[in-house]
C-alpha cells in the first residue's frame, strides 16, 4: 500500500512534526509495509526525522507522480483548510485533495481542524472538493459544525487532534516551574510588554521560568524579545520531536497561545492558561477543562496574572480534570485510526 500524507511539514514547526510522526505510527499499526511519502518543505529533514519518503512541497509535476502512484493520499492533521493566515494555502491543499480525487484515490483528513474559510469562492471549492473525500475525522466539535454549516457532504466523525494518539496519564511531580509560549501577532509589542510583566511577576513570586517555541525563527524571536526585558536568561524546552512525545513533566502550570503549545502541556497532565488567538484555541481549552486569559489582542499584564491566580487556587481541580478530559480525547484520537482502517478495508 502506498500512502502520500499532505500537511505543513519540514518547516520547524514542532506541532506539525508530531502529528506527521502520529500519522506515521497509525500507518504502520495497520500496514506495516506500507510504503510511507509526504510533501514536505525540507526532504531531508523530514526524511531523517520520520523514516519516509518526501516529495518538494513546490515540486508541482512531481507531487502530481506522487499522487498518481498512491492508494490513499491522507491530510495529516492541522488547521490546513483556512484562509485566516493564506488565500493560496487554501488553494493549495485543497488542488492536491482534489487531484486525489479526480485520480480516484482514496482521500481521508485525520485530525483536521477547519476553517474559518471566507469569500464566496474559496467556500464554494471548499465545499466541492470537500465532497470527493472518503472521510472527514474532525479534530473537535466546532470543526464538524462549521463543515455542517457550509454544506460539505461527505462522511464526517468527530474524533481529536492526532497528538493524542497513544495518550497515558502521567506522573506529573508539582514544582514552581512554569512554561511560556508566545508567537508573533499583529500587536506583538502590546503582547511582549504583556508577557514581560506577568514573567517579572512570576520571578517575584518564586517561580522558575522556561520558554517553549513550538517554530523556530518565530516563537523563539518573539521569547528573546521578552527575556530582553527581563533581563536575564530564561532557559528554552529543547524543540525537538523527542521533547514533545516524551521530555520532562516536571512543570506546574503552562501559559501559552500555540494550540500544540498547549497540547504539549496537555499530554503530559499539565494545567494550563491559553491566551486565544484563533476559535481553535478556544475549542481545546475547553475540550481540557481549562481556562483562558483574554483574547491575545487585548490581553494585558493584570489578565494573565489574575488567570494565572485562579489556576494556583484551583490547581488540583484544574490538574484533576485535565486527566479526565485527557482520556475522553484520546478515546475519540482511537477514532483517527479506526476510520483509517475502515477506508483501507473499503
Keep these: 500500500m502506498k500512502i502520500l500524507i499532505v500537511g505543513y511539514y519540514g518547516s520547524d514547526n514542532i506541532g506539525d512534526e508530531v502529528l506527521l510522526s502520529q500519522v506515521v505510527r497509525i500507518v504502520r499499526s495497520l500496514s506495516r509495509n506500507s510504503e510511507i511519502r509526504a510533501i514536505s518543505y525540507r526532504g531531508e529533514e523530514t526524511r531523517r526525522l520520520h523514516d519516509i519518503e518526501t516529495v518538494g512541497r513546490n515540486k508541482y509535476f512531481r507531487i502530481v507522480r506522487a499522487i498518481k502512484a498512491s492508494d ?24 492536491v485533495f482534489y487531484l486525489g480525487i479526480l485520480m480516484k484515490k482514496k482521500v481521508v ?3 483536521n481542524g477547519f476553517g474559518p474559510v471566507s469569500g464566496r469562492f474559496s467556500r464554494w471549492l471548499t465545499r466541492r472538493v470537500l465532497k470527493g473525500v472518503s472521510h ?30 497513544g495518550y497515558q496519564p502521567k506522573a506529573v511531580v508539582r514544582s514552581r ?46 521569547l528573546k524579545e ?9 532557559p528554552f524546552v529543547e524543540n525537538s520531536l523527542e521533547a514533545f512525545i516524551g521530555g520532562s513533566e516536571s512543570y506546574y502550570a503552562l501559559v501559552g497561545m500555540r494550540l500544540h503549545a498547549l497540547i504539549w502541556a496537555g499530554i503530559k497532565d499539565i494545567p494550563f492558561v491559553s491566551i486565544p488567538y484563533d476559535p481553535k484555541i478556544n475549542a481545546y481549552t475547553r475540550m481540557s477543562r481549562q481556562k483562558s486569559a483574554a483574547e491575545v489582542e487585548t490581553v494585558t499584564r493584570e489578565d494573565l496574572i489574575g488567570a494565572f491566580e485562579t489556576l494556583v487556587e484551583e490547581w488540583e481541580l484544574r490538574h484533576s480534570d485535565l486527566i479526565k478530559a485527557n482520556q475522553i480525547i484520546a478515546r475519540e484520537s482511537d477514532v483517527n485510526r479506526e476510520i483509517l482502517e475502515a477506508v483501507i478495508k473499503e
Excluded: H
Excluded at 72 to 87: A, E, F, P, R
Excluded at 184 to 204: D, R
Design 226 to 234: 521578552v527575556m530582553k526585558g527581563l533581563k536575564r536568561d530564561i
Design 177 to 222: 516551574r512554569v512554561l511560556i509560549n508566545i508567537r508573533p501577532w499583529t500587536n506583538s509589542a502590546g503582547l511582549v510588554e504583556a508577557v514581560k510583566g506577568f514573567c517579572s511577576y512570576l520571578i517575584e513570586q518564586g517561580y522558575e521560568l522556561t520558554f517553549l517555541s513550538m517554530q523556530s525563527g518565530k516563537d523563539d524571536v518573539i
Design 109 to 111: 483528513l485525520l485530525g
Design 136 to 165: 472527514f475525522v474532525a479534530r473537535d466539535s466546532e470543526t464538524v459544525e462549521r463543515l455542517k454549516a457550509l454544506g460539505v457532504d461527505c462522511p464526517i466523525t468527530l474524533g481529536a487532534d492526532l497528538a493524542y494518539y
Design 72 to 95: 490513499i493520499v491522507i491530510g495529516g492533521g492541522g488547521s490546513i483548510l483556512q484562509n485566516v493566515t493564506s488565500q493560496k494555502s487554501l488553494v493549495y491543499y485543497l488542488s
